[in-house]
């Protein structure tokens, strides 16, 4: 009997869903089934859990059948703990019972968690193109599942931008979708001469202005030439483009300054010509010759009255000594 349950265990098919695509689900319910006390209630076990596995399936099926990796963690996250809480609690009935009741809880969960994945998850594209990855429930494999655009065309709208001549201007392109696309998508940057709103575009009108992963650019130092039609596209390697939007740019210019008169320097004086200069450098050279004589006659008068002075002084302190020898 025991080498018939490990057959049936291993080599039976089980009919895979979403929440038991996680190993470590597929290990719980397992250890779960071995734990019973009898071989019979081991293959009832399985027979339980085979038919909740189905149940899954078709819980899948009615929800698009796909999952993606952060749904399936917390929807086994959630299972783990409920079934944590589960064994800790006294239950009545056979262990069959309570097989059915923890598939039973995780049909629910994981109708739940699909339910939100659904509505809010899977296609959060409102406009454009999303190929993103995601599970199937089916075969637990990965594959690339299509959001088609709502409106049918990848343009996202139109965005007016204003600023102000020598002012700068933001163009944002990142919706938080974009973290879902496959691949390494690059954002394309392009602009179209001419004054918004007068006239519209044609497609050979646009000029790449640059291509970067970057999710904005910043236009600085405006000119008033450079107003005119801006443009994002999201593209894949390929060339296909999931996502554009369109700015029409407005630079307004600057406000005339009024310019004072400009008041002219003061005149220098003119400068004096040859013949009066030539009068001028004759008295100045007098007047220093003067002044030189006078300060050389001053001079020579203080040299002599020093001179006297010294020697009266002499002839004095000789008549002194003269008269104390007599």
């Known amino acids: 009997m025991l080498l018939l349950l490990v057959s049936l265990l291993c080599c039976v098919p089980a009919a895979t869903a979403c929440l038991q695509c996680d190993r470590k689900i597929q290990l719980l319910l397992e250890d779960f089934s071995l734990s019973a006390p009898t071989v019979i209630d081991q293959i009832e076990i399985k027979k339980i859990r085979d038919h909740g596995y189905v149940t899954y399936r078709e819980t899948s099926r009615q929800r698009m059948g796909v999952i993606d990796s952060t749904t399936l963690y917390r929807a086994r996250t959630e299972y783990q703990s409920e079934m944590d809480r589960f064994m800790k609690t006294e239950h009545t009935g056979s262990v069959t019972f309570k097989a059915i009741q923890m598939m039973d809880i995780g049909r629910k969960i994981l109708e739940k968690h699909l339910d939100i994945f659904i509505q809010h998850g899977l296609c959060p594209n409102k406009c454009g193109l999303l190929k993103r990855r995601v599970m199937d429930c089916f075969s637990c494999r990965y594959k690339m599942y299509i959001c088609p655009s709502p409106s049918g065309q990848q343009d996202c709208g139109v965005l007016p931008v204003q600023a102000e001549e020598g002012g700068q201007a933001v163009l944002s392109c990142f919706p938080p979708w974009h973290l879902l696309l496959l691949g390494a998508p690059e954002y394309h940057y392009s602009w179209a001469r001419g004054v918004p ?79 009066l200069l030539v009068p001028v450098v004759a008295m100045v050279t007098a007047l220093s010759l003067a002044a030189s004589v006078g300060l050389t006659v001053v001079l020579g008068m203080m040299m002599s009255q020093r001179r006297a002075a010294e020697q009266s002084r002499r002839r004095r302190t000789e008549g002194r000594n003269t008269h104390s020898t007599v």
């Open 197 to 275: 709103g007068t006239e519209k575009p044609n497609e050979s009108d646009f000029k790449t202005l640059v291509v970067t992963d970057d999710t904005s650019v910043v236009l600085n130092q405006l000119r008033t030439d450079e107003q005119g039609t801006y443009r994002c596209s999201l593209q894949g390697r390929d060339g296909t483009v999931f996502y554009r939007i369109t700015y029409p740019l407005t630079v307004v210019p600057l406000p005339d300054q009024t310019h004072r008169p400009v008041v002219p320097p003061p005149s220098l004086p003119s400068r004096p010509t040859a013949d």
